[in-house]
């Protein structure tokens, strides 16, 4: 079974330019996360998706990040424009649904603003 | 709110050694406690969980007694491998909303 595949695993930009990041979950997962991890730290959850529905999307900085997840299946995470606090690994993780407890990661985009 | 602390790190040990590493959490109703690794350039893997007090979880010989009254849910290996050498996170999650709260993660290295 493929697991989470996320893309790029790297990418560089200077600030004020805008970034992409696309999630693949694993097949038949109704539930998908982004979490944002800062160096040294634990992932934090930006937003939670039930199928295509944002359910959960308190703690996404709303002037400069949006998602979306068409369809119910694959996920992008748009930065807009970047900035330098945005250096970060984002994960996407997915789950069965939102009653299932273990959630699957990705191994993450590395981002660096410069 | 929730929240979850490990003990810092980084941890270095030789091969075979035992390995602690303490985990207390803070959280409104009844977590479900987890540890995930994270090997480099990898992302977060579960090792092992426990949904409630008294529970043990156990995966790849190590472990982790979910501790209701002193709040602690500890990972232990009674002998490490240099493989075993990567970054360890605590976390908990509670509720229908089932979010993830991680601790800040502890560097394991093992020498050979």
């Known amino acids: 079974e493929a697991g989470v595949v996320q893309s790029p695993r790297y990418k560089i930009i200077e600030k004020k330019q805008p970034v992409a990041f696309w999630c693949n979950p694993i097949?038949?997962?109704?539930?998908l996360y982004w979490y944002r991890q800062n160096l040294g730290q634990g992932p934090e959850l930006l937003i939670r998706?039930?199928?295509?529905?944002?359910?959960?999307d308190s703690q996404l900085p709303k002037d400069r990040f949006s998602a979306e997840r068409l369809k119910g299946v694959d996920s992008t995470l748009k930065i807009q424009p970047a900035e330098l606090g945005d250096s970060a690994v984002y994960l996407c993780?997915?789950?069965?649904?939102?009653?299932?407890?273990?959630?699957?990661f990705g191994p993450g985009t590395r981002l660096l603003v410069l | 709110g929730n929240s979850v602390t490990q003990m810092e790190g980084p941890v270095t040990l030789s091969e075979e050694a035992f390995l602690t590493i303490n985990c207390t959490y803070t959280?409104?109703?009844?977590?479900?406690l987890f540890w995930y690794v994270q090997y480099p350039g990898e992302g977060l893997q579960l090792l092992l969980k426990?949904?409630?007090?008294?529970d043990k979880g156990s995966n790849k010989g190590f472990e982790a007694t979910y501790r209701k009254e002193t709040t602690s849910f500890h990972l232990e290996k009674g002998s490490v491998q240099v493989s075993d050498s990567a970054v360890y996170f605590c976390?908990?999650?509670?509720?229908?909303?089932?979010?993830?709260?991680f601790g800040s993660g502890t560097q394991l290295t093992v020498l050979p």
């Open positions: 993780a997915s789950s069965l649904d939102h009653t299932t407890e273990t959630q699957y």
């Open positions: 097949s038949g997962h109704n539930t």
């Open positions: 998706y039930e199928n295509e529905e944002a359910v959960d």
């Open positions: 959280a409104t109703g009844y977590p479900s």
């Open positions: 426990a949904t409630k007090a008294d």
């Open positions: 976390a908990l999650n509670t509720g229908s909303a089932r979010q993830l709260t």
